[in-house]
């Protein structure tokens, strides 16, 4: 489901007259809008703008673009080049909206803007997250994307939701983890098994997936004939989820293997 951002700028023009709206409102249509015509800058970025207001939003990013293209030099050119990332993004089109943020970035670092562009850059990432049997690199992306939001602006409103969405990230990669982990399980291979869970537990303590790669270590341990190891991870596993069906889980085999508690 596509998370719908906030827009920069809130998008007000009062200053122009109406009919300059009105005109940008009548321009040629659809395509017809995207032909080269030399317009001035606020009949173009009204264009634009009116296009996103209907849902139109291929169109608007084109027509931001234009802005640019046709008036580089205007401060208008600045505000089309994220308002064409956020078009990009609405059309799902996220390569285009991360690389039109990126180019915002690189061009005004130090923009007021600059954290709705880091904010834009994440949430497109995110937006493309897979299932935890795919590969995860857009997930990292994510990660890392939403990390250097929460870095650089840890007071704006954009790191807040951020740091919401990065707890998703970590659960998600932690569970990526778990599932290979769990494959080795499977065919046996102890060793390379502890080591995915013991990535969840030293990189993605705080997730959800943390009591069973606990528990799940107890088996590994035990498996490998490393019994201190295993109580180890148990007594972990019983001190912070000791309610839980792995930490009775976790007793209950090392009780069976003979190594006490």
């Known amino acids: 489901m596509l998370f719908k951002l906030p827009r920069p700028f809130g998008l007000a023009l009062g200053a122009l007259a109406a009919a300059t709206l009105l005109s940008a409102c009548s321009t040629g249509k659809n395509k017809g809008d995207t032909h080269y015509v030399a317009r001035d800058v606020s009949t173009l970025y009204n264009s634009a ?43 799902r089109d996220f390569t285009e909206a991360v690389s039109g943020a990126q180019r915002f970035l690189a061009i005004h670092p130090g923009n007021k803007d600059a954290s709705y562009a880091f904010y834009l850059i994440g949430i497109s990432y995110y937006e493309q997250i897979a299932d935890v049997t795919r590969d995860q690199k857009v997930t990292e992306q994510a990660r890392d994307a939403l990390g250097e939001l929460i870095r650089r602006y840890p007071q704006t409103e954009y790191a807040a939701d951020a740091r919401l969405k990065l707890d998703l990230v970590n659960d998600h990669l932690a569970g990526k983890e778990m599932e290979i982990g769990r494959f080795y399980q499977r065919r046996g291979q102890w060793l390379a098994a502890t080591t995915r869970f013991r990535n969840v537990i030293d990189i993605y303590q705080t997730t959800t997936h943390t009591p069973e790669a606990l528990e799940r270590l107890v088996e590994s341990y035990l498996a490998l004939g490393i019994p201190e190891e295993a109580k180890k991870a148990a007594a972990v596993l019983g001190a912070n989820y000791p309610g839980t069906k792995w930490y009775e889980h976790s007793y209950k085999l090392i009780r069976e293997y003979g190594a006490g508690v």
């Open 49 to 91: 703008k009116y296009r996103l207001d209907s849902g139109q939003y291929k169109l608007a990013a084109q027509l931001f673009d234009e802005v640019e293209r046709q008036h580089p030099y205007s401060p208008w050119a600045r505000r089309a080049q994220l308002m064409s990332a956020f078009s990009y993004y609405m059309n």
